[in-house]
């Protein structure tokens, strides 16, 4: 289920094209620009992913970046340079998550709609861009700790030893919470084609 970042209506700048400096050069440590350039696509896609309304998404994946901006002349290649990128991600995620000021409505689920989606395309193959869609609405329905390994699983295509890298947690939990999304995942469909096989009668 791999896909290539969505597109997205403004290009977003690296922070020094707003006039902010690239941080001083450091032995092993890559250039802002590379990084930006290389790990976009995967911060922009996994912001989205994790829960972030899309009207969000671009603001969250800059703040993403401009903390990966200030912190990268500290990185020391202690783990894979993604990795480093995926904790500060999950971090400025879950703040954006558990802000009180940001919009609750935006990122409820709408299985009515979801539903309604999955029957206007019933004879004929989903365009893309309407899978993404329910898939997206699918994973706002799961709570944040099933959707995190699900999208890494899934999505991302790691293995249970590399998501306990990236996120640190314990293998046999990233197990467990992989069986449980995948088996809500499963039943969300099962139930939308129920849905429609009915209305179809």
Do not use: C
């Amino acid at each position: 289920m791999k896909e290539q970042a969505a597109a997205y209506e403004e290009p977003i700048l690296p922070p020094q094209a707003a006039g902010v400096p690239a941080p001083a050069s450091a032995v092993g440590v890559p250039a802002f620009g590379d990084v930006y350039a290389k790990y976009f696509p995967f911060v922009w896609r996994n912001v989205l992913r994790l829960g972030v309304p899309r009207s969000a998404t671009d603001d969250v994946t800059q703040e993403v970046f401009i903390v990966v901006h200030r912190k990268l002349a500290t990185f020391e290649g202690r783990s894979a340079l993604g990795t480093w990128i995926y904790s500060i991600l999950r971090r400025v995620v879950r703040d954006y998550l558990r802000s009180p000021t940001r919009t609750m409505a935006s990122s409820s689920v709408d299985l009515e709609s979801f539903s309604n989606t999955l029957a206007a395309s019933v004879e004929q193959p989903l365009a893309q861009e309407q899978a993404l869609a329910m898939v997206q609405q699918i994973l706002t329905s799961m709570d944040e700790e099933k959707r995190e390994v699900f999208v890494l699983a899934e999505l991302e295509q790691m293995t249970a030893p590399e998501i306990a890298e990236t996120t640190g947690m314990n293998l046999n939990t990233i197990y467990a919470r992989l069986r449980s999304a995948r088996q809500q995942f499963d039943d969300i469909v099962l139930r939308l084609h129920a849905r429609e096989r009915w209305r179809l009668r």
